[in-house]
């Protein structure tokens, strides 16, 4: 199992713990994190389920991809550290990730 703790704008926390395999984004939508709509449901086509990765976790989600990086580059509020949550697997050694859910997303 794996932890990951999902921060809304205004510091609201939620607490997951999920099974590897699927996506940071599934682990939201399937427990009810508001802020994380999935419009596109995971395909990387809509930039619905952006998050800001904890600083900490910035290298251990990997890299983006060039469709994620288009996505990401039509958003206002993207920040260094921006990325879609249906491009990050969930994994062992993510236990732990924190990620923010960005205020425009509410």
């Not at 039509?74 to 249906?86: A, F, G, H, Q, T």
């Not at 697997?89 to 960005?102: A, F, I, M, Q």
Request: include cysteine.
């Amino acid at each position: 199992m794996v932890n990951i703790l999902f921060i809304e704008h205004d510091n609201t926390q939620h607490p997951l713990t999920v099974e590897p395999g699927g996506s940071v984004m599934l682990a939201a939508v399937t427990n009810g994190v508001p802020g994380i709509d999935a419009d596109c449901g995971g395909c990387c086509s809509c930039a619905t389920c952006h998050v800001y990765v904890d600083e900490a976790w910035v290298e251990g989600v990997g890299p983006i991809g060039p469709t994620e990086e288009a996505m990401l580059s039509l958003s206002s509020d993207r920040k260094e550290n921006s990325r879609l949550s249906c491009q990050i697997t969930v994994s062992e050694e993510l236990d732990g990730l924190v990620v923010k859910t960005p205020e425009f997303q509410y």
